[in-house]
């Protein structure tokens, strides 16, 4: 079965420090990829997507991923975090062709320090 | 920008009881969807819909859960006897192609004493 395993369940960052967070998923075929982010008291937003072409993507809010086939990862990097950035962030995949469900990974909280 | 709306934000209920959750997709978008997160545990796929039927579901999905769309607008999850462990945040999404990003909505959260 397919399945997405995010790394990190809780990180603190001080600001201006550089985030990474990782994202593995299992599954052989073709997928799309997404990152969520959930900000305190909202709904789940999108942060950026790949689907295909170039494996390094930008989203919104300065955040960026990469995909790599060969590792079965999309990691999410800011160089820089803000105290705004604080929330839970999703990896998600959905394998191209199907039914458009979303497997999700267990989340990541993000706690960014003043 | 267009939303998905859910209400309501919190429904409390009976074990044994029904519950009908509610959702209001975005006015364009064609595929629809239910994901449950219960306390502490990944967001968890139910079911996905398309052209007023089911088009996957998952083993959570069983007699227990149905969806409608019962007109242009709202869609539906019913849960007809509610157990302790349905206990989680709903939330309802929808797009406008399969493969594309879903939109969600804020989420129910249900909770069955």
């Known amino acids: 079965a397919q399945s997405v395993s995010q790394h990190n369940h809780h990180v603190i960052l001080s600001e201006a420090a550089s985030l990474e967070l990782g994202c593995n998923y299992s599954y052989g075929g073709t997928v799309n990829l997404f990152w969520y982010v959930q900000y305190p008291g909202q709904h789940l937003q999108l942060l950026l997507k790949?689907?295909?072409?170039?494996?390094l993507v930008k989203g919104i809010k300065g955040f960026e991923a990469e995909f790599i086939k060969s590792k079965f990862s999309f990691n999410l990097r800011k160089p820089s975090v803000q105290w705004s950035d604080t929330a839970e962030y999703f990896c998600a995949v959905n394998v191209a062709g199907n039914t458009g469900k979303l497997i999700f990974g267990q989340g990541t909280t993000l706690q960014v320090k003043p | 920008e267009p939303e998905v709306t859910q209400t309501p934000s919190h429904q409390v209920t009976q074990m044994g009881q029904e519950v009908i959750l509610r959702c209001v997709p975005i006015s364009n978008h064609l595929y629809f969807y239910w994901y449950r997160q219960i306390l502490g545990q990944k967001v968890e796929f139910l079911v996905s819909?398309?052209?007023?039927?089911?088009?996957?579901k998952s083993e959570i999905f069983d007699d227990q859960f149905s969806v409608e769309r019962p007109d242009g607008s709202n869609f539906t999850l019913k849960i007809r006897s509610t157990k302790l462990e349905d206990s989680a945040m709903y939330f309802c999404?929808?797009?406008?192609?399969?493969?594309?990003?879903?939109?969600f909505g804020d989420g129910t959260r249900l909770s069955i004493l």
């Open positions: 790949y689907f295909s072409g170039d494996p």
């Open positions: 819909f398309y052209n007023n039927e089911i088009s996957e």
């Open positions: 999404a929808s797009s406008e192609e399969a493969y594309q990003p879903q939109h």
